[in-house]
């Protein structure tokens, strides 16, 4: 156990693959353009680039786009940007579209040596005979007429559109994905690609092993819910006559309360539940990058994941708490009060600048690397309410980056709305004080030009859906979590309000947060920031 670990923690993991002759390997991710890519994408791309790189191989990005009704342009050009920020770089970008031509000769072939012919019979009698293995009527029909047939497949016909072409392996093998699987079938919707040059596309069991083979694939890579169709990428590869590459099984990722599938994900984006496919309730690339996830703790995630068969539910946890380890030493801090629950403090004493004056502080104290900011010091400061409202009379505090001060006065109020509340209180300064000795530490602002108004909004999301994890015969509607955004007004440190978009940031005892909308971004000037989980709390 305790080698395991250590070549998990390498992320030198072991996928049982065979033949691996370093400089000779070849692996390929091959994403549908139906969606965004999503965090278990991420692991297949990272996956297959992870070891054609250990074994001096190439990779390959295959667009897998053999379905016209489900792919497009925008999700190409998206899925090549979002592997570019994972770090993944292909030797070679090809598309199964570009084999259209050659995987039709192969259809044909299929048919000429007795492998493949083509039915009629309608979807639901095809499956049901598929269930209960029973051949198909037109199991036996010569090859000539199925020749024919394919000819009004390719054409789309009339005629074709009733056909579909189908692989003759076994009518009732134990294993029903041999129980002669479509292969081809005609599809008029115009290809992103190809528009209407072709009228009828393979499918991607007949596709994959054969363009695989042509391209030069030595390791095939995928997420092991395709096992049992294992054997059938084997006997197309075998019955085309080419070379074929050994599959590698790797466990598919799923995570609880989230959806990884791209149908699912569109869903929720054409209700309108999210923005788009960048929400940051999204397990998408975009979706978690934006809620401040780094590419470097999923990399270090998905390795020690490694060669895991391992089926479960993941927790979101430990790739939070991956993430903050990562983001803590290099994390400017600033300050933030509440705008509902703030209390405007007046301090006293012989140390208190009369002028407003500006003190350059750390902007994290345990990295001097990563710079400074000019903090207001002034006669009035901000706290958070439920600060103020534990202090006492004659209670020394401290005011952290300053001092201990006293606390004068404090007056409260009460009443049936607000409850009880400290409208105004008095602190004297006291930096002769010991900070070790006082028991509360609290953050504090100086006074902005405006408290009227907030200068920031921090933004908290919680899981889409309310059920961890989700049956295909649930309906979703029955599972979605009434509200999933939290926004809470806030005053921030003006220094903040000019840091970059997509800065990583922690606000003094509140955690972490990521600028999500600078404020010339947002309709009123306010900065907004998402609060980056950090695998403690159950958000
Ligand atoms: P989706 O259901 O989201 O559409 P898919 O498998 O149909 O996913 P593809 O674009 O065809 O999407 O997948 C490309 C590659 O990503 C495949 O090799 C597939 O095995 C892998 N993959 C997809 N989802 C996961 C996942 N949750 N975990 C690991 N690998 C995955
Ligand atoms: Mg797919
Ligand atoms: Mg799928």
Redesign the pocket.
Known sequence: AVTTEKAKDQGSFDLGLKNLVHGQVCTR???????Y?????A???MMNQYIAKTYGGKLIIRF?DTNPSKEKTEFEETITEDLKLLGIEADFVSHTSDYFGELQKFAHKMILDGHAYCDDTDQATMREQRMVGEASKCRDITIDESLRRFGEIVMGSEEGQKYCLRAKISVDDKNKALRDPVIYRVNLTPHHRTGSVYKAYPL?DFACPIVDSIEGVTHA???N??KDRNPLYYWIAEKAGLRQPQICD?????FVYTL??????QWFVDEGFVTGWDDPRFPTVRGIRRRGLTIEALRQYILMQGASQNQTMLEWDKLWSLNKKIIDPTAPRYTAVDFKNFVLVNLIGDSVPSVPEYRTMPLNKKNPDVGTKQVLYSNQILLEQADVASFSQGEEVTLMDWGNAFVETISRSSNPETGDVVVSATLKLNLQGNVKTTKKKVTWLGKLDNVSKPNAKLMDFDYLITKKKLEDSDDITDHLTEVTEFDTDSFVDPNLMSVKKGTIVQLERKGFYIVDKTPSETPDGTINLIFIPDGKAAS
């Not at 890519?37 to 994408?41: A, R, S, V």
């Not at 790797?250 to 799923?254: D, E, H």
């Not at 990884?260 to 994900?265: A, C, H, I, N, Y």
Request: hydrophobic share 30%.
């Open positions: 991710f091959p994403p549908e353009p139906s969606g890519l999503h965090i278990g994408h692991k297949a791309a897998d991607y890579l995928r997420s819910e395709y790797f466990s598919r990722l799923n990884l599938s791209k149908r699912k994900l």
